[in-house]
């Protein structure tokens, strides 16, 4: 039931959000463009030449390239997987009446405090590895032999050091949802004599339904770009094993210093993040509607 | 009384210099968080005390991201910093392209004959010195004493790769965690490719031929890659592929390697009761050879230099001076003692007989250094500088992705002829695309 | 009967929560252990639990060496100053795409989530090259706009799907009586939206507080935050896994506290936000 006018001051208020981000978008959008065409290694700036499409060449016939995409997907699907089901789960738990609920909740989200980096070195060396790590005394003390966690399941590594960072997402936004849920709602179907698992499926989930989009798209948008957990426990390795696009765009920037050749893989990424943003949208994007 | 004295000490320096006073100047000094380092920082009231008119702002990062940041700026000439922390690769390239100021305003105290001339060669260009080395490292055996009597062998102070072979199949107890060699795993072209370059050096191998073509399809670098493998397979640690410095200098600490081939500077880290356990048996050994003449050690000195279009360059030059000086090396002597003076740059510190009984290592360091020579890297010749690096600016690159491959055949998802093969390929690619080969 | 029975579930789940809740933690509580070790300690296998030597040589190492305090300013500072700027933006845009929707509201919201999706590293140097031109390289405001701009699509994006959970009729209730555009947002909306703003302001704040590429790549001291002084404890050659710990203690601490008291502020938003 907008108004004309109500329907301008929307328009106006959405205006400064919308310049500010076009501004933020395009500038550096057109500039990577450029450098994109140019042979403009950071190490030999004096000799800046134009190769045109030359560098997306050497970016997309990387024989590293098509296992990056395929790792890219697997990263960014199995922590979304691990996060939203286990967000579900952590959040339904929070939601009951427990004893020292907002202490809990703030162990709950404290992981996401933690720098990626710290993280992944704090995981790297005090928890997996090995030889010293306390996963491998946990192993041996149970009789096990201690896994080799980068060595033998590089990428499960990196899935669940990032899950672990996500995971708090997930539950704190998803937990906010849930309470907003009505209590009567709750009372009338818990009379009624629902069982859990139908209640859920049937009212819970549906009414959590967008804070859920919320979470894959806001993740999906991190996860695509996650490069500190792997340069810091594996640095793509073994082989190429936990290379995904992220990390071969910082490889080429800031580990090759090659302008040109980060500046083609970030317009390729972009282009990938933008499909599979339109893919998501496709599959979730309904519960946006209302 | 304090008050009259500092006031005409200061009128004596104003006349002295017979300028007008000078404006505080704040010098932007960038430093790699190692202790070396570190402690200059802890000690640097000595220098603003002499120069009241030099304020100091430290910014203190870990190497990859200092690196990154140092680049990016130069580079774009953002001038950020007045002091560059640079290494022995750095500072030729970007010497050559003009991006720093020879030192040449470093003062009559400097002695600048007094630098070792492996470091002194690697920091200087066309003979101009473009960087002064504030602390050297090689690299060396590191071993147990211990466990190497146990395996009833006896290190010799060159030992050969073959020797290293069978001592760490003997001194292997898998069961109970003791690991006969660790090594670098981990890619990166300062991580795992350090240790295989400055080793492939002494299996006669070399990165490239005269004409800039790749040498990865050569025998003698099939043997280095080989052996690198076979040994770590059977005698390594587990996870050695995610394994750089600082995870085998903790496995060593812990006991739990019989050897490590690594930086020199590692020995006063496992000689440091506080973290090591096994500080009390360890021995030191030159990197191995094979008999060609090079042996597998590496050289490389964290450095200080001047940005070229800095403001500073009068202040930087003294901080320079006085950072890498004799007399900062005494300075730490008297207030930490001689074992942490900055080790690798002088030649007199060799000859001071209070460091050598202070520093067990100290011999071995400099013959390790001396018999580095980014010069003449390797066995064959080659038309490019640098031990454990190539100094041409594509080098990060290529062997960051050659690193990769070759920690991907120590983690076994690759053979090593595999690892090869990629290596040549990336390699070569990465060379036309810059223009050496055509 | 019933009494006794939910008091039962309630200790159960009381249990499963907190066991839950221990194991997430726990790699954070083991870096505050370890922040008390020595480093030799720290590597300990078995590894020590309570019964070590404890020490707090590490936390004045690490005061000796660098100004915590001028770093966390700058991260407070940077994350609370940029993201209340943000919420002045997203708010009313929030607002008018929540209620006033037009046919391209959806790929307006889809279009700023896709702002975000450039790879930072693939645009450094762009960004640096303009940074020095206009600057703002170790500039406050510089990087203060970064996290902004970084956090707006977001921001936008999860008030706007808060928003959407508020009936239209209270809004227009207040609009019949009256009420001024900005008075609806500010007096009516936004209570109703409180747990959401507050959550959504929350995650904006830790995300920045976290942000380590813009902010190492952007700042050196003056403007420097937490994240740059984590990069001058991580990784040195040597043993450093106390002293990191201990750096990242200090670096967690501030906004740990922070985010204690807004679970405060978000649960009392709750009982003011159920009114519907």
Same mark, same amino acid.
């Given at each position: 039931m907008a108004t004309q006018q109500t329907r301008v001051a929307g328009r106006l208020l959405v205006a400064p959000s919308v310049i500010l981000l076009f501004l933020w978008m395009i500038v550096p959008l057109a500039m990577t463009l450029y450098f994109s065409t140019l042979r403009y290694s950071l190490l030999d700036s004096d000799n800046v030449s134009f190769v045109f499409l030359q560098n997306y060449g050497y970016f997309l016939s990387d024989p590293n390239f098509f296992s990056a995409l395929v790792n890219t997907l697997v990263l960014v699907g199995s922590v979304l997987v691990i996060s939203v089901v286990g967000g579900i789960l952590v959040a339904l738990l929070m939601d009951q009446p427990i004893f020292g609920q907002s202490f809990v909740r703030l162990m709950v989200?404290?992981?996401?405090?933690?720098?990626?980096?710290?993280?992944?070195?704090?995981?790297?060396?005090?928890?997996?590895?090995?030889?010293?790590?306390?996963?491998?005394?946990?192993?041996?003390?149970?009789?096990?032999?201690?896994?080799?966690?980068?060595?033998?399941?590089?990428?499960?590594?990196?899935?669940?050091i990032v899950s672990w960072q996500w995971l708090p997402f997930a539950s704190l936004i998803l937990l906010t949802a849930l309470q907003s849920?009505?209590?009567?709602?709750?009372?009338?179907?818990?009379?009624?004599?629902?069982?859990?698992?139908?209640?859920?499926?049937?009212?819970?989930?549906?009414?959590?339904?967008?804070?859920?989009?919320?979470?894959?798209?806001?993740?999906?948008?991190?996860?695509?770009?996650?490069?500190?957990?792997?340069?810091?426990?594996?640095?793509?390795?073994?082989?190429?094993?936990?290379?995904?696009i992220a990390f071969l765009v910082y490889k080429q920037a800031l580990l090759n210093f090659d302008v040109g050749g980060a500046s083609a893989g970030g317009i390729v990424a972009v282009v990938l993040a933008n499909i599979v943003a339109i893919f998501l949208m496709r599959i979730v994007g309904k519960n946006l509607e209302s | 009384m304090k008050v009259l004295v500092k006031s005409l000490l200061g009128a004596v320096a104003l006349a002295g210099l017979s300028l007008p006073a000078h404006a505080e100047t704040t010098l932007t000094i960038p430093l790699v968080n190692n202790s070396d380092l570190i402690r200059m920082q802890k000690l640097s009231d000595d220098f603003t005390a002499k120069n009241p008119d030099i304020k100091i702002n430290w910014v203190t990062l870990e190497e990859n991201v200092l690196r990154q940041k140092l680049t990016t700026d130069i580079a774009t000439k953002g001038g950020q910093f007045d002091v560059l922390t640079i290494g022995t690769y750095e500072v030729p390239i970007w010497g050559k392209k003009g991006w720093l100021l020879p030192l040449d305003k470093l003062g009559a105290d400097?002695?600048?004959?007094?630098?070792?001339?492996?470091?002194?060669?690697?920091?200087?260009?066309?003979?101009?010195?473009?960087?002064?080395?504030?602390?050297?490292?090689?690299?060396?055996?590191?071993?147990?004493?211990?466990?190497?009597?146990?395996?009833?062998?006896?290190?010799?102070?060159? !030992?050969?790769?073959?020797?290293?072979? #069978? /001592? %760490?199949? $003997?001194?292997?107890?898998? @069961?109970?965690?003791?690991?006969?060699?660790?090594?670098?795993?981990?890619?990166?072209?300062?991580?795992?490719?350090?240790?295989?370059?400055?080793?492939?050096?002494?299996?006669?191998?070399?990165?490239?031929?005269?004409?800039?073509?790749?040498?990865?399809?050569?025998?003698?670098?099939?043997?280095?890659?080989?052996?690198?493998?076979?040994?770590?397979?059977?005698?390594?640690?587990?996870?050695?592929?995610?394994?750089?410095?600082?995870?085998?200098l903790a496995l060593f600490g812990a006991g739990k390697c019989g050897m490590w081939i690594d930086a020199t500077v590692a020995a006063s880290f496992v000689t440091d009761p506080k973290q090591s356990k096994v500080f009390d048996k360890v021995g030191f050994a030159l990197a191995p050879d094979n008999g060609l003449g090079k042996r597998g050690n590496w050289l490389w000195a964290w450095s200080l230099a001047v !940005?070229?279009?800095?403001?500073?360059? #009068? /202040? %930087?030059? $003294?901080?320079?001076?006085? @950072?890498?000086?004799?007399?900062?090396?005494?300075?730490?002597?008297?207030?930490?003692?001689?074992?942490?003076?900055p080790p690798g740059t002088r030649t007199s510190l060799y000859n001071n007989p209070d460091y050598l009984k202070a520093a067990p290592f100290a011999k071995m360091t400099i013959d390790s250094i001396n018999s580095a020579d980014p010069l003449h890297p390797t066995v064959k010749p080659v038309p490019y500088t640098g031990v454990q690096f190539v100094a041409i600016p594509e080098f990060q690159g290529i062997a960051n992705d050659v690193g990769q491959d070759f920690s991907g055949a120590l983690?076994?998802?690759?053979?090593g002829d595999a690892a090869l093969a990629a290596a040549q390929a990336s390699t070569e690619a990465a060379m036309k695309k810059a223009g050496y080969i055509k | 009967m019933a009494l006794k029975q939910s008091m039962g579930k309630r200790v159960g789940m009381s249990a499963a929560a907190w066991l839950i809740g221990f194991l997430i933690f726990f790699p954070i509580l083991w870096t505050f252990l370890t922040s008390f070790k020595s480093e030799l300690d720290a590597f300990a296998i078995p590894p020590k639990f309570l019964f070590f030597h404890w020490t707090a040589e590490n936390y004045a190492e690490v005061q000796s060496r660098s100004n915590y305090l001028l770093f966390a300013y700058n991260s407070i500072v940077l994350s609370v100053g940029a993201n209340i700027v943000?919420?002045?933006?997203?708010?009313p845009a929030a607002w008018s795409m929540a209620f006033v929707p037009t046919k391209r509201t959806k790929d307006v919201l889809m279009w700023m989530l896709s702002t975000k999706m450039m790879p930072g590293v693939?645009?450094?140097?762009?960004?640096?090259?303009?940074?020095?031109?206009?600057?703002?390289?170790?500039?406050?405001?510089?990087?203060?706009?970064?996290?902004?701009?970084?956090?707006?699509?977001?921001?936008?994006?999860?008030?706007?799907?808060?928003?959407k959970e508020i009936p239209v009729d209270i809004l227009e209730a207040a609009r019949m009586d009256?009420?001024?555009?900005?008075?609806?947002?500010?007096?009516?909306?936004?209570?109703?939206?409180?747990?959401?703003?507050?959550?959504?302001?929350?995650?904006?704040?830790?995300?920045?507080?976290?942000?380590?590429?813009?902010?190492?790549?952007?700042?050196?001291?003056?403007?420097?935050?937490?994240?740059?002084?984590?990069?001058?404890?991580?990784?040195?050659?040597?043993?450093?896994?106390?002293?990191?710990s201990a750096a990242s203690t200090l670096a967690i601490a501030p906004i740990l506290i922070l985010g204690w008291f807004s679970q405060k502020q978000l649960v009392r938003g709750l009982t003011f936000g159920a009114v519907k």
């Amino acid at each position: 039931m907008a108004t004309q006018q109500t329907r301008v001051a929307g328009r106006l208020l959405v205006a400064p959000s919308v310049i500010l981000l076009f501004l933020w978008m395009i500038v550096p959008l057109a500039m990577t463009l450029y450098f994109s065409t140019l042979r403009y290694s950071l190490l030999d700036s004096d000799n800046v030449s134009f190769v045109f499409l030359q560098n997306y060449g050497y970016f997309l016939s990387d024989p590293n390239f098509f296992s990056a995409l395929v790792n890219t997907l697997v990263l960014v699907g199995s922590v979304l997987v691990i996060s939203v089901v286990g967000g579900i789960l952590v959040a339904l738990l929070m939601d009951q009446p427990i004893f020292g609920q907002s202490f809990v909740r703030l162990m709950v989200i404290a992981p996401f405090f933690v720098m990626p980096t710290v993280s992944a070195l704090v995981w790297k060396n005090l928890l997996m590895n090995p030889v010293s790590g306390l996963f491998a005394w946990i192993a041996h003390s149970l009789g096990l032999p201690a896994i080799d966690w980068f060595t033998n399941w590089p990428m499960l590594s990196v899935i669940l050091i990032v899950s672990w960072q996500w995971l708090p997402f997930a539950s704190l936004i998803l937990l906010t949802a849930l309470q907003s849920f009505d209590e009567e709602q709750k009372e009338a179907a818990t009379l009624d004599g629902a069982g859990a698992i139908p209640f859920f499926f049937y009212l819970v989930l549906p009414h959590i339904a967008r804070a859920i989009t919320v979470v894959i798209l806001i993740e999906t948008i991190f996860l695509l770009s996650v490069f500190a957990e792997i340069l810091v426990t594996t640095a793509g390795g073994p082989g190429v094993a936990t290379t995904n696009i992220a990390f071969l765009v910082y490889k080429q920037a800031l580990l090759n210093f090659d302008v040109g050749g980060a500046s083609a893989g970030g317009i390729v990424a972009v282009v990938l993040a933008n499909i599979v943003a339109i893919f998501l949208m496709r599959i979730v994007g309904k519960n946006l509607e209302s | 009384m304090k008050v009259l004295v500092k006031s005409l000490l200061g009128a004596v320096a104003l006349a002295g210099l017979s300028l007008p006073a000078h404006a505080e100047t704040t010098l932007t000094i960038p430093l790699v968080n190692n202790s070396d380092l570190i402690r200059m920082q802890k000690l640097s009231d000595d220098f603003t005390a002499k120069n009241p008119d030099i304020k100091i702002n430290w910014v203190t990062l870990e190497e990859n991201v200092l690196r990154q940041k140092l680049t990016t700026d130069i580079a774009t000439k953002g001038g950020q910093f007045d002091v560059l922390t640079i290494g022995t690769y750095e500072v030729p390239i970007w010497g050559k392209k003009g991006w720093l100021l020879p030192l040449d305003k470093l003062g009559a105290d400097y002695d600048v004959d007094d630098l070792l001339p492996a470091i002194r060669g690697g920091l200087s260009v066309d003979g101009k010195l473009y960087a002064s080395p504030f602390y050297g490292e090689s690299s060396m055996v590191m071993y147990r004493k211990d466990l190497m009597d146990k395996a009833g062998l006896k290190m010799p102070d060159a !030992p050969t790769w073959d020797f290293i072979r #069978e /001592a %760490a199949d $003997k001194m292997t107890d898998k @069961a109970g965690e003791v690991y006969g060699i660790c090594l670098r795993g981990k890619a990166g072209w300062g991580e795992n490719m350090a240790f295989l370059t400055a080793t492939a050096n002494s299996f006669g191998a070399r990165w490239f031929d005269e004409k800039w073509e790749p040498q990865f399809n050569t025998p003698e670098w099939k043997k280095a890659l080989d052996f690198y493998l076979s040994m770590m397979k059977a005698d390594g640690p587990p996870g050695a592929a995610a394994n750089g410095f600082n995870e085998n200098l903790a496995l060593f600490g812990a006991g739990k390697c019989g050897m490590w081939i690594d930086a020199t500077v590692a020995a006063s880290f496992v000689t440091d009761p506080k973290q090591s356990k096994v500080f009390d048996k360890v021995g030191f050994a030159l990197a191995p050879d094979n008999g060609l003449g090079k042996r597998g050690n590496w050289l490389w000195a964290w450095s200080l230099a001047v !940005p070229a279009g800095s403001q500073k360059t #009068e /202040a %930087a030059q $003294k901080f320079i001076a006085w @950072a890498t000086s004799k007399q900062y090396a005494a300075l730490v002597a008297s207030k930490e003692g001689w074992a942490n003076v900055p080790p690798g740059t002088r030649t007199s510190l060799y000859n001071n007989p209070d460091y050598l009984k202070a520093a067990p290592f100290a011999k071995m360091t400099i013959d390790s250094i001396n018999s580095a020579d980014p010069l003449h890297p390797t066995v064959k010749p080659v038309p490019y500088t640098g031990v454990q690096f190539v100094a041409i600016p594509e080098f990060q690159g290529i062997a960051n992705d050659v690193g990769q491959d070759f920690s991907g055949a120590l983690a076994g998802t690759m053979t090593g002829d595999a690892a090869l093969a990629a290596a040549q390929a990336s390699t070569e690619a990465a060379m036309k695309k810059a223009g050496y080969i055509k | 009967m019933a009494l006794k029975q939910s008091m039962g579930k309630r200790v159960g789940m009381s249990a499963a929560a907190w066991l839950i809740g221990f194991l997430i933690f726990f790699p954070i509580l083991w870096t505050f252990l370890t922040s008390f070790k020595s480093e030799l300690d720290a590597f300990a296998i078995p590894p020590k639990f309570l019964f070590f030597h404890w020490t707090a040589e590490n936390y004045a190492e690490v005061q000796s060496r660098s100004n915590y305090l001028l770093f966390a300013y700058n991260s407070i500072v940077l994350s609370v100053g940029a993201n209340i700027v943000g919420l002045i933006i997203a708010v009313p845009a929030a607002w008018s795409m929540a209620f006033v929707p037009t046919k391209r509201t959806k790929d307006v919201l889809m279009w700023m989530l896709s702002t975000k999706m450039m790879p930072g590293v693939g645009v450094l140097v762009p960004i640096y090259l303009l940074f020095r031109d206009f600057h703002l390289l170790d500039n406050r405001l510089g990087i203060g706009f970064v996290l902004l701009m970084m956090n707006l699509p977001i921001l936008i994006w999860m008030l706007y799907t808060y928003f959407k959970e508020i009936p239209v009729d209270i809004l227009e209730a207040a609009r019949m009586d009256g009420a001024s555009l900005m008075n609806e947002i500010v007096y009516v909306l936004t209570p109703m939206a409180i747990p959401g703003i507050a959550s959504t302001m929350l995650l904006a704040v830790i995300l920045s507080w976290n942000e380590a590429f813009w902010t190492l790549n952007l700042t050196t001291s003056n403007a420097a935050p937490l994240t740059a002084f984590i990069a001058s404890y991580s990784a040195p050659e040597g043993l450093f896994w106390a002293k990191l710990s201990a750096a990242s203690t200090l670096a967690i601490a501030p906004i740990l506290i922070l985010g204690w008291f807004s679970q405060k502020q978000l649960v009392r938003g709750l009982t003011f936000g159920a009114v519907k």
